[in-house]
């Protein structure tokens, strides 16, 4: 593991292969160990990987008293390309808040990268369309429970996680297991601050008041449409696919959608071969 500090912060990473860059970016409840099956696959065709752990996943720092909005984590990814790859652009490929990570960085940054994926996160402005229907707020349920004080704290703490357990289990398909994985996300989780850390993201998410007012110039160039040639995947059996199907008006360059059969919502970890076959045949294009 390695450490390159961006923004005031260390940020860990974990590294492999040469050539072009591929940034991978994960989600919640997760960390940058999420890719392991993307690395070596990407490394055999020829790419240097970089794996980040984002903002307030340790061992990268937590931002103590800093911000967690959308603008914040845009700004951060563009400083580890930077740091990275000496501000050319590169590929992206973002699952989950890693996905919403991207498609800001997209719009406001498109000089930044090459060609992107996104998984299993819509655009956000399907996010906000499903704001008003109940299959997806009950879909997203964890969303207002983490603006509560403290209880989400508790509730991810106790019972050997078992809170991290329970969403991995209704996100998944098909009895996905996947112990291994899963204790290095609890390692994670468990180190000190990182739980109230990562449920900042989603504080901030509907809170403006905790969004950094200096990126008010970013926030406003991710709202953007998106140029750069973007490649949408989602598990078949994840709800979020009917939202991510028709958002191609989003994007003014070269767009695709594509399902991953018998996948939930972590398809990455679930169909690693479909998906792996779809990300480098996209970014080989």
């Not at 690395?39 to 790419?47: I, N, Q, R, S, T």
């Not at 996905?99 to 090459?114: N, R, S």
């Not at 290095?184 to 950094?212: E, N």
């Amino acid at each position: 593991m390695k450490t390159v500090n961006v923004r005031g912060l260390r940020f860990a990473y974990l590294e492999e292969g040469a050539g072009p860059l591929v940034l991978l970016l994960h989600g919640f409840p997760d960390n940058a160990e999420s890719w392991s099956h993307q690395v070596p696959a990407l490394v055999k065709e020829g790419y240097r990987v970089v794996a980040p752990y984002l903002r307030g996943y340790r061992p990268t720092d937590l931002g103590e008293g800093g911000f967690y909005d959308k603008a914040t984590l845009v700004a951060d990814v563009a400083g580890l390309i930077d740091a990275f790859n000496d501000g050319k652009p590169c590929h992206v490929v973002g699952q989950d808040w890693g996905a919403i990570i991207t498609y800001g960085l997209l719009a406001a940054h498109p000089e930044l990268v090459q060609r992107a994926v996104v998984m299993a996160v819509p655009h956000p402005e399907q996010v906000t369309k499903s704001l008003i229907d109940p299959r997806h707020v009950q879909r997203s349920y964890h969303w207002w429970y983490f603006h509560m004080p403290d209880l989400p704290e508790k509730a991810m703490s106790v019972n050997d996680m078992a809170f991290i357990d329970y969403l991995w289990d209704i996100w998944t398909v098909n009895e996905y297991d996947d112990p291994a994985h899963m204790r290095s996300v609890k390692q994670t989780f468990a180190q000190p601050g990182v739980i109230t850390a990562t449920l900042a993201y989603y504080r901030a998410m509907l809170d403006p008041s905790k969004a950094d007012p200096a990126l008010a110039d970013l926030r406003a160039l991710m709202a953007r449409r998106i140029s750069v040639p973007t490649l949408a995947l989602c598990g078949a059996d994840d709800m979020r696919a009917e939202l991510m199907q028709d958002q191609a008006q989003y994007f003014d360059g070269e767009y695709d959608f594509r399902l991953i059969e018998h996948s939930g919502h972590f398809l990455h970890r679930e169909q690693p071969e479909l998906v792996n076959r779809e990300v480098i045949e996209w970014l080989s294009r």
